[in-house]
């Protein structure tokens, strides 16, 4: 099994800046790809950025040119990054942290972290 724990969450001004982190453990030799889904009040979770394990990034529309997705790799410890730049309200969201399998259309199969706020201030 493999264990998410994110961190790096938390209050910013519209415009600047936010580092997301997410350690994994455990089975990490059996990730395929992690990535980074938010869920703002009121709608749908949604993807927002994947990354395979050969480096190949998919963005939400939302967020191109705004965050990266980035992996680093220990032999005992994966940890994802999300860098998220020029921050919206329209961004403030409980953004979750997950390692498995995406699929077309945004569907996902694997395992999530237990989620960390992120809201932004106009």
């Known amino acids: 099994q493999v264990q998410l724990v994110e961190s790096g969450g938390g209050l910013v001004q519209a415009g600047g800046p936010l580092r997301l982190s997410c350690a994994a453990s455990?089975?990490?030799?059996?990730?395929?790809?992690m990535g980074w889904f938010r869920q703002a009040p009121g709608k749908q979770r949604e993807l927002v950025a994947s990354?395979?394990?050969?480096?190949?990034?998919?963005?939400a529309d939302s967020v191109k040119g705004r965050y990266t997705i980035s992996i680093s790799k220990y032999t005992a410890k994966n940890t994802e990054y999300l860098k998220m730049n020029s921050l919206e309200p329209e961004d403030t969201a409980v953004y979750y942290c997950?390692?498995?399998?995406?699929?077309?259309?945004?569907?996902?199969?694997?395992?999530w972290g237990q989620g960390t706020q992120v809201t932004v201030s106009s």
């Open positions: 990354c395979t394990n050969d480096g190949r990034t998919n963005y």
């Open positions: 997950t390692a498995g399998t995406y699929y077309t259309g945004g569907y996902y199969s694997g395992t």
């Open positions: 455990g089975s990490i030799f059996s990730i395929n790809a």
